[in-house]
């Protein structure tokens, strides 16, 4: 009796550990699948007027102005359907916010991740030079406010000629704008199911507008459809 009472403690303790661990483990899961889903979306806004200018630029009608589709791929909830943006806008940003939210929602095992981040200048004079891989955007004092130097694929440059917009495919330019705001959007979102299983989408955006609430320019640069 001295032996079995023994070793029902110490069978009850090995007990305990096991169960604590699968407990631990299974705490340590879950919080690697709630930290497997981020979102970031940064308006800097700082006025009630750039407040209309971003809401312009994120309401544009992309797919008419440059004859593109706003997705590659088909916009589903379907972890299986890779969907990658030809564009930034309200309807792209809230469908991939909403892929998020479901994954996340439905506990599906896979790390994604959503960026925006939109930034707004304004200058008496805003000039536009492209040249080779570098493209940047310049103020009054002639400082780069914005500056890409791996342009290498097409970049989408629309101009408009106050009636309509004019495509341009030249691969060198320059424009200069007075007293215009510029609109910068840059997005990306990422999902990631394995070491080589995945997809990310990245796009960089700009947009002139002037001070009466006209769009006067529009480049978009997709980084490309990526798989990992």
């Known amino acids: 009796m001295s032996v079995i009472n023994k070793t029902i403690p110490i069978l009850l303790l090995i007990i305990i550990i096991i169960v604590g661990c699968i407990g631990k483990d299974t705490q340590n899961k879950n919080q690697h699948l709630e930290k497997g889903y981020i979102k970031s979306i940064k308006r800097n806004i700082d006025s009630p007027m750039e407040y209309a200018i971003l809401n312009i630029s994120e309401s544009l009608n992309l797919s008419k102005i440059f004859n593109i589709t706003r997705y590659y791929g088909t916009p589903t909830f379907n972890s299986d359907d890779y969907v990658w943006a030809n564009f930034i806008d309200l309807q792209v940003l809230t469908f991939y916010e909403s892929r998020i939210d479901f994954m996340e929602e ?3 095992g896979v790390k994604a991740e959503l960026k925006y981040e939109a930034n707004i200048f304004y200058d008496v004079i805003i000039t536009i ?3 080779g891989k570098n493209y940047r955007f310049q103020n009054s004092l002639n400082e ?3 500056y890409y130097d791996f342009i290498y694929d097409e970049l989408k440059v629309a101009i408009s000629n106050n009636t309509t917009f004019e495509l341009l495919s030249i691969d060198e330019f320059e424009y200069v704008f007075e007293n215009c705001y510029l609109v910068e959007m840059i997005f990306y979102y990422r999902e990631q199911y394995g ?3 995945g997809f990310s989408t990245t796009i ?3 947009v002139i507008v002037d001070e009466n609430y006209n769009v006067k320019f529009i480049s978009i640069y997709n980084g490309g459809y990526k798989i990992s």
């Open 204 to 206: 960089y955006q700009n």
């Open 195 to 197: 070491p080589t299983s």
């Open 129 to 131: 030079e492209k040249s």
């Open 144 to 146: 780069s406010i914005i």
């Open 106 to 108: 439905n506990n599906v």
